[in-house]
């Protein structure tokens, strides 16, 4: 083959490296012609069978087909073209030789050269061009061009050298568009027979050509040959010579066409019925296999999706301020889908001082504009608008959707950042609506997580998992280890997991089969050890089943496991995971929380360019970051954030009054100043620059959660704001360095346990180790859909708090105190579950007549109360809470009775459909924050937290720290202890006084 982007002179046959199939033709032919000669002129020498000849000779006319056709291979053809081109109409502009500009569009376009169609009639006969200009969104591509011919009222042009960035913009232009890619109809579908005869034809040329009969074509290929040796040749001559090539080509391929078809059904008579019955099975199978990959282009219509601007994470209305006001709002588009329509509607209000003919909202997707919308004064109080959004516009992966305001109050000069400039878009009530149609794909292991999970996708995963019968503790923790994966892989987007038991679901779904367990509709080889495959739903011919097999337990758990972990090169749509290890990951280890053995970069955590921002206000730049959630500092205040941060230094800034403002989590935490330094003006530097300044910043404990979001607010104030003075900057730059770190060495791994918010927030203590090899779930004999749910989206949240997969979790549904002695244990089912009195025995709740009630306060804990509490941590306030609700749910933390470093944590629920609830209000801000203490009940929309049980130490914090801090916590016996300490401290003084005081008085006496 020729080499990507090389050129060819002229046609030619590789006869080198063909030399083994042309040795493989002549023995194929020499063996046929010996067959047939000792059968029809040597009968009584050979006692040749007429059946088997006709067999023998059939097979080997096959092979010498496919032989023929791999010969052809060797046929280099002339390459005159460097680059591929892509036929698209792309408005452009021309300049012409004579310095006229006239308007043309695109026929075709590569990276070398396009055509173009220009208008018929032209101030100037010569229809050279020597540039032409393209529009790239808020850009204009100038790319210089060489005329190479012009055919009728077209040009054909080849672009010259071009430097790096303009070649960029060429790239994106060209090669960036979805129509260059994507194929614009489904292929079609090819017959076995059908195939054959392609074959044949393509025999049969080659062999005209090895023999030399193919005189038309050489004719033809020797005026192409002259003709690049002649450029100067007219182009009349060029398109009557193309007409009839063409012509002639078309003759020559009907004739080979009809001796091809000849060639087929002489060959399928010769082959008997054997060959019949072979053609047909291969193109039964040729179609299926089409079928199979084609199933997207038949029910590509129907899908849609609303997208509220609050589902693309816009968490307030959104308000633009200024003459350019802008608000960037990114958004996903999975890759297996094309979106056929999109119409984006606008529920929006504005100022009615700013002037009908100049102001006006401008929208955009992915830098393009998509339409322009006048705001007048009539309409200022608020209107629904509706912009119809071209599909092309939308890529696969990332998309960005950019309002931009702008804004005139005054026809001469005005104050950018009037108050009077301003407009306002709703979030709840503004939407995308999205058609899409599949793209057709065939069942591959390569592309997982494809199609369970894309990047791209804005609404929250909704994926079944489907069970053959009731899942035992193989399934469940094969299970576990998925749902961890997907919802690492959701996050933020949320998720449901939702269990289907004995059949299929529409759509996606995981599927978990043992030995001997099957599923109605689904056929599959059975496992013959740890595997994963794909294939198509047989319940939804657009959904794709993803199926974890195993002999056993321990098989279905490593093939769930290896799929989670991505462990080998997947491909095709089955392979085993025999041998394959899993990995075992040290307590805090995971993936998500910042290290606290050394300073992290936020460049390590994030996209450096997401530190960056652009205008006069750039608005916030946030940095999330995740931490183990029992970080403890004290006596220290919190981690430290070492900030290094850049911004502009000019003339039109305030140097005095512009600051960066610090946030962790909503809280304020310090403004940094933007002034440089301050012997600047005295060196002289009056032109702009950008200066770097270095700040040290504490990150408070009580602000910090195992979520964590630190904010950066650039406030740049203009210096001169008076009318008509100055011109404010276009494009200013701001940027935290990427290089500042958070620093959280000085911190121990300790915490006062039970604490429910670290659970909420991050799974703790289980995700301490990220597979959760220290964690042992707790079920009821037959656990109900609801709760294996529950159980489901749990792991899904241990998941994403961490980024590793559960797959070293442990299910049981009886209390072992062994097994338990060394694990955390996780509870989740019915409040009966809570009548194991073994393992309830320290809990704030106990189970008794059918119901639970608050456990009564032992002694030592009623003496501690005397020294502080609220009712907070009153059994008396709780229990009216647990005793009217109706329908127990809620969460429950107290110390494991089998290690006094183990935590137990049971989620209860006494109707099924409240456990799924419990778990996904966690995802819910407001009411994680509600989730604290020991005891957390659901009470109307929220959570009522209470700390009712015994509290102790989980880390490794030193013991008088524990004692120094216990302290610390309570200022009335602090003040017991202070008052003691100078009893003790003042009464050796006290006596040593007294004793001098009683000696000088008895000494005065005896002087007496």
């Given at each position: ?12 046959f ?131 061009v ?22 960029r ?10 129509d260059?890619w ?19 034809l ?7 050509r ?39 080509k ?11 078809k ?6 399928a008579l ?120 071209n ?15 702008i ?13 009077a400039l ?55 923790e ?50 013959q ?50 041998g ?42 946030s ?11 004290w006596?220290?205040?919190?981690g ?102 958070i620093d ?10 039970p604490d ?30 609801a ?74 804990q ?23 609700a ?75 720290m ?47």
């Open positions: 083959m020729t080499d990507k982007g090389s050129l060819l002179d002229k046609t030619y590789d006869w080198a490296i063909v030399k083994p199939h042309l040795i493989c033709v002549g023995i194929i032919v020499a063996g046929m012609l010996m067959a047939i000669s000792k059968w029809a002129f040597f009968p009584y020498m050979f006692n040749i069978q007429t059946d088997t000849l006709v067999l023998n000779l059939a097979w080997a006319m096959f092979s010498l087909i496919i032989l023929i056709a791999a010969i052809a291979v060797a046929r280099e053809t002339r390459q005159a073209r460097q680059d591929i081109r892509i036929p698209v109409k792309l408005p452009v502009s021309a300049y012409l030789q004579s310095g006229h500009v006239v308007p043309a569009t695109t026929l075709d376009i590569s990276m070398g050269g396009a055509a173009l169609a220009l208008p018929e009639e032209l101030p100037v006969k010569d229809r050279s061009v020597r540039h032409i200009t393209m529009s790239m969104g808020n850009e204009v591509l100038c790319i210089p060489e005329t190479m011919r012009t055919q009728g009222a077209n040009t054909y042009v080849r672009f010259e050298k071009l430097d790096i960035l303009a070649g913009h060429l790239v994106r232009a060209v090669m960036g568009r979805a260059a994507q194929p614009v109809a489904p292929r079609e579908s090819v017959t076995g027979l059908r195939s054959l005869a392609d074959i044949i393509v025999d049969l040329v080659t062999l005209k090895m023999l030399r009969l193919n005189f038309a074509e050489r004719r033809a290929m020797r005026q192409a040959e002259a003709d690049n040796d002649n450029p100067a040749s007219s182009a009349a001559d060029a398109e009557k010579d193309s007409a009839s090539k063409a012509e002639t078309g003759k020559e391929k009907g004739k080979a066409a009809r001796i091809a000849a060639a087929a059904i002489t060959g010769l082959l008997g019925t054997a060959g019949i019955f072979f053609g047909a099975s291969q193109s039964h199978a040729a179609t299926a296999s089409a079928r199979e990959a084609t199933p997207a282009a038949l029910e590509g219509d129907g899908l849609t999706d609303r997208l509220t601007f609050e589902d693309l994470r816009v968490t307030t209305p959104i308000r633009l301020l200024g003459t350019q006001g802008e608000m960037g709002i990114p958004f996903g588009m999975r890759q297996d889908r094309v979106v056929t329509k999109a119409t984006l509607v606008l529920q929006m209000a504005w100022s009615p001082s700013m002037l009908d003919d100049l102001s006006q909202l401008v929208v955009m997707l992915n830098g393009e504009v998509v339409d322009t919308l006048r705001l007048t004064r009539a309409n200022a109080q608020g209107r629904i608008v509706r912009v119809a959004v599909p092309a516009l939308f890529l696969p992966g990332d998309n960005q959707l950019n309002l931009r305001l804004g005139h109050y005054a026809r001469d000069c005005e104050d950018p950042f009037h108050s301003w407009a306002n878009i709703s979030n709840t009530r503004s939407w995308l609506d999205v058609e899409y149609a599949r793209l057709p794909y065939k069942p591959d292991l390569a592309r997982l997580p494809l199609p369970f999970f894309d990047k791209g996708q804005n609404m929250p995963l909704d994926m079944p998992f489907v069970f053959a019968g009731a899942p035992g503790r193989g399934e469940l094969a299970a576990a280890a998925s749902a961890s994966w997907l919802g690492s892989l959701a996050s933020y987007r949320g998720f449901t997991f939702k269990p289907v038991i004995g059949a299929l679901p529409r759509g996606n779904a995981i599927v978990f089969l043992k030995s001997g367990q099957s599923l109605p509709g689904l056929e599959i080889a059975p496992a050890g740890p595997s994963a495959a794909v294939v198509r739903n047989p319940a939804d011919a657009g959904g794709t089943l993803l199926v974890l097999m195993g002999r056993n337990n321990g098989e279905l758990r490593l093939a769930a496991s290896a799929v989670a972990i991505g462990k080998g090169v997947f491909g095709g749509a089955r392979m085993s995971f025999e394959v290890r899993i990995p075992v990951w040290d307590r805090y280890s995971a993936l998500r929380w910042v290290s606290t053995e050394k300073p992290v970069k936020l460049g390590e955590i994030m996209e450096p360019y997401a530190l960056q921002g652009m205008g006069i206000r750039p608005g916030p730049i940095a999330r970051f995740r931490v183990a959630p029992d970080l403890f500092f006596p220290r205040q919190g430290r954030l070492n900030l290094g941060y850049r911004y502009p230094v000019a003339k039109w800034m305030d140097r005095r009054a512009s600051r960066l403002d610090v946030s962790l989590n909503g809280q304020y935490l310090k403004t940094l100043g933007l002034g440089g330094d301050w012997w600047d003006g005295l060196l002289g530097h009056a032109s702009a620059k950008s200066h770097d300044s270095e700040a040290t910043l504490t990150l408070p404990r009580y602000t910090m959660f195992g979520q964590n979001q630190v904010t950066f607010d650039y406030n740049m104030i203009i210096a001169d704001k008076k009318k008509c003075t100055g011109t404010l900057p276009e494009n200013v730059h701001v940027s935290v360095d990427p290089n500042s770190t959280l060495t000085s911190a121990y791994h300790a915490i006062q346990m429910l918010a670290t659970f909420a927030s991050a799974g703790f203590p289980f995700t301490v180790s990220p597979d959760l090899s220290q964690t042992t779930v707790i079920m009821g004999e037959k656990p109900s859909t709760a294996i749910r529950a159980f489901l989206e749990l792991m899904g949240r241990f998941g994403d708090s961490t980024g590793v997969p559960a797959t070293s979790v442990t299910v049981a549904t009886d209390v072992d105190a062994d097994a338990l002695s060394a694990q955390d244990v996780l509870v989740v089912g019915g409040t009966a579950l809570a009548g194991h009195e073994e393992l309830f025995e320290g809990s704030p709740l106990r189970f008794a007549g059918g119901r639970l009630s608050v456990s009564e306060r032992s002694m030592l009623n003496v501690a109360a005397l020294f502080g509490g609220t009712e907070r941590d009153d059994p008396m306030a709780a229990e009216p809470v647990i005793y009217n109706r329908g127990f749910s809620g969460i429950v933390s107290f110390r494991s009775p089998f290690a006094s470093d183990r935590t137990v944590v049971a989620l209860l629920a006494d109707s099924g459909p409240a456990l799924p609830q419990l778990v996904e209000g966690m995802a819910d801000a407001k009411i994680n924050a509600m989730i604290q203490g020991d005891l957390s009940v659901t009470e109307g929309d929220g959570m009522a937290s209470f700390a009712l049980g015994e509290r102790y130490w989980s880390g490794s914090l030193p013991f008088w524990k004692i120094a801090y216990w302290i610390s916590q309570r200022p009335l016996l602090l003040g017991v202890f202070a008052l003691a300490l100078a009893v003790v401290l003042a009464s050796p003084a006290y006596l040593y006084f007294r004793r001098q005081a009683q000696r000088r008085l008895g000494a005065e006496d005896d002087n007496a």
